[in-house]
């Protein structure tokens, strides 16, 4: 009933066809313009499809297992030395620094003994950065993920 008079109506607007036209391109017209950003989201932003996650060298991953451990035992160490300080009659600023330079020496120790030998395995630590090549940054980058991957004890 309520297509019919809305059928009258219009064609006494529109006369004949013209207004199903008008009607069917509009909602094309509706549609894409609707569509189309919601199609772009979906696919990744730029009409491509979405980026795969980013590829991490498993050999690192190992390294980050072993190194996370021995990290927390540094941070403990560092602490009980806050806390041998306390127990001497520093105050409790005193120790808290003592802590701090505990903890900074003991981690760049521990980094520079198990990580930064197998990082420079694929650049080497001195190395010039104009010397660098792209694929080695690309190489570094994934051993990175591994690592990261290593460290994150929830990660499977």
Same mark, same amino acid.
């Given at each position: ?9 219009? /064609? ?117 950065? /104009? ?22 004890? /929830?990660?499977?």
């Amino acid at each position: 009933m309520l297509i019919s008079w809305f059928q009258r109506w219009a /064609s006494r607007l529109i006369p004949g066809k013209t207004f199903l036209l008008v009607v069917v391109s509009g909602a094309l017209g509706a549609g894409l313009a609707v569509g189309v950003p919601v199609l772009r989201t979906w696919l990744g932003g730029d009409g491509s499809r979405p980026a795969p996650p980013p590829v991490l060298d498993a050999r690192f991953i190992p390294l980050g297992k072993t190194y996370l451990p021995e990290l927390g035992r540094l941070y403990a160490a560092a602490w009980n030395e806050g806390a041998k300080a306390l127990e001497t009659g520093q105050p409790a600023a005193a120790s808290l620094k003592s802590v701090g330079q505990s903890w900074d020496t003991g981690r760049v120790q521990l980094f520079d003994r198990l990580v930064t030998p197998e990082f420079s395995k694929i650049v080497a630590e001195n190395k010039a950065e /104009s010397e660098v090549k792209p694929a080695d940054l690309m190489a570094l980058a994934r051993a990175w993920r591994g690592f990261a991957a290593g460290l994150n004890p /929830s990660a499977k």
